[in-house]
Nanobody
């Protein structure tokens, strides 16, 4: 499965943005869809993950209560709804797949090109 993140842009602090992760190819029920981000000069970090089969989710503490992952199964698309964004959310956001319900980048594969999110203060 190939993944492509989109929907990034420039948003003011306190605003909202929804990112999409489109999959070309079949997403198996055993898959986990993960969202990660990488700010300039920093390592890529976990943001959120969702089991495709039952939509169980987990979030990084830094985004808990503000970001929500969801999916449109028939369209093979995952979403990251970002609310109450902060300047520190500025990063390139990536989606990837895993067979593990993990927060570790090393457990994920099929990384697509990221999408830039910039939050202005």
């Amino acid at each position: 499965v190939q993944l492509q993140a989109s929907g990034g842009g420039l948003v003011q602090a306190g605003g909202s943005l929804r990112l999409s992760c489109a999959a070309s190819g079949r997403i198996f029920s055993s898959h986990v869809m993960g969202w990660f981000r990488q700010a300039p000069g920093k390592e890529r970090e976990f943001v959120a993950a969702m089991r495709w089969s039952n939509t169980n989710t987990k979030y990084a503490d830094s985004v808990k209560g503000r970001f929500t992952v969801s999916k449109n199964g028939p369209e093979n698309t995952a979403y990251l709804q970002m609310n109450s964004v902060k300047p520190e959310d500025t990063a390139v956001y990536y989606c990837a797949a895993s067979s593990q319900f993990s927060t570790q980048t090393t457990e994920y594969f099929n990384w697509g090109q990221g999408t830039q999110v910039t939050v202005s203060s």
